[in-house]
């Protein structure tokens, strides 16, 4: 898989990124908390933050990045490297299962996999080299569903026309927040659309610097990690034909 890696210096510099991201929102939490009676919506916006930095520093390593609402209500970045037409999303390592990266079911209806955004963007690497498929389950038929909000498919199928066209290759970079409330790994995954599972390219986690956290930062986040508060970056996005609404 060495292939699709990024350059070293990319790498560096992406990871960073999201480690400053981090440390920006848990700056603006401490100041939302010192300035608002109430302030734990905040704890949603951490996403925001890390994609944010990420697009400050896009320049340097000739990246782009566009805003997309894939249909609902809050905005993600999609990032761009231009160089070799990668897409690539960041994502919460809490939320992300590499074995089953992208499973809805619709809401009052019989389970079963159904089209999701992330295994739509998936597609453009159907024609990507990947590992051999039955000798990477250590548990073939551990299968955790996603969670998923749906929208109709003619609110988003141009949309995904446009990006499957446009890319060669999409990939997703997960960052994990560990006990201490620090981000402790960052992987960096290849989805492939025919199996459902992300393959690692690489573990960055060897570039994560300046993560340790004081005991009043960690103070600050450990409500948002300890308690029941579903992050809206928890769901995928279900896709479904409109007959399938009624």
């Known amino acids: 898989m060495r292939q699709y890696e990024f350059n070293t210096n990319e790498s560096e510099i992406i990871v960073n990124a999201i480690v400053e991201g981090y440390r920006d929102y848990i ?3 401490k100041d939302r908390r010192q300035k608002m009676k109430i302030s734990s919506a905040f704890a949603w916006t951490k996403g925001n933050f890390i994609e944010n930095k990420i697009a400050e520093i896009s320049s340097n390593i000739n990246l782009s990045y566009k805003m997309s609402k894939a249909g609902l209500t809050w905005d993600y970045l999609q990032f761009i490297h231009n160089d070799t037409k990668k897409l690539f999303l960041i994502k919460n390592a809490a939320y992300f299962n ?8 619709l809401p009052n209806k019989n389970k079963g996999q159904r089209r999701t955004y992330l295994h739509e963007l998936s597609k453009i690497n159907k024609s ?8 990477w389950y250590e548990n073939p038929f551990e299968r955790n569903e996603q969670l998923s909000l749906f929208i109709p498919k003619n ?4 949309e995904l026309d446009q990006i499957k066209s446009s890319y060669n290759e999409f990939h997703i970079l997960t960052y994990k ?4 409330y620090q981000i402790s790994e960052i992987m960096h995954y290849l989805p492939n659309p025919e199996d459902n599972t992300a393959y690692p390219i690489e573990n960055l986690s060897k570039h994560i610097t300046g993560s340790e956290l004081t005991d009043e930062e960690r103070y600050i986040v450990a409500p948002e990690q300890d308690s029941d508060i579903i992050d809206p970056a928890a769901f995928d996005i279900g896709i479904f034909d409109d007959e399938e609404s009624n």
């Open 98 to 105: 590499q074995n089953n990266f992208s499973h809805a079911v």
């Open 27 to 29: 700056e603006h939490r």
């Open 128 to 135: 990507l080299n990947f590992p051999n498929t039955t000798s």
């Open 177 to 180: 927040i560990d006990d201490a």
């Open 155 to 158: 609110q988003i199928e141009d």
